[in-house]
């Protein structure tokens, strides 16, 4: 199985790696973990789905992501819009695509750096 991001319970989103389930306004994650893609804090894969842990949080997580606006998930990472607008975003990073001014690949979420000073 690919990373999965399901909504809802039977209904699927885009055509992407990932699914999400969407139970009171809360993202949870399925599948492969290679990359931390899934944003519980592991790198281990999942077939049920999991909790996105909430930024600054370190597995296991005490605190998870609830109200996420918008989701947008790539190959291996994922970027989310919290309800203050600001971006968030977790996963594989190699090539800087988390936008943290870094290529480390991140399994819980951490916040996304303005591109000005």
């Known amino acids: ?4 991001l399901v909504r809802g319970p039977a209904d699927q989103c ?4 990932q699914r999400c389930a969407a139970q009171q306004r809360r993202r949870r ?3 492969f ?3 931390g893609e899934l944003g519980d804090g592991t ?7 999991v909790r996105v842990c ?17 989701i947008s998930v790539g190959g291996s990472h994922t970027l989310a819009l919290q309800p203050d607008y600001s971006v ?9 695509q988390l936008g943290d001014g870094t290529t480390e690949t991140r399994p819980i979420p951490v916040r996304v750096r303005a591109p000005w000073p």
């Open 14 to 17: 885009r055509r992407k790696p």
């Open 43 to 49: 790198y281990q894969s999942r077939s049920t789905p």
């Open 54 to 70: 909430a930024v600054g949080q370190v597995a296991p997580c005490a605190q998870h992501l609830v109200l996420i606006r918008a």
């Open 1 to 4: 199985m690919r990373t999965a």
């Open 88 to 96: 968030i975003s977790w996963g594989l990073n190699n090539q800087g």
């Open 29 to 31: 994650f399925l599948g």
């Open 33 to 35: 973990n290679d990359f």
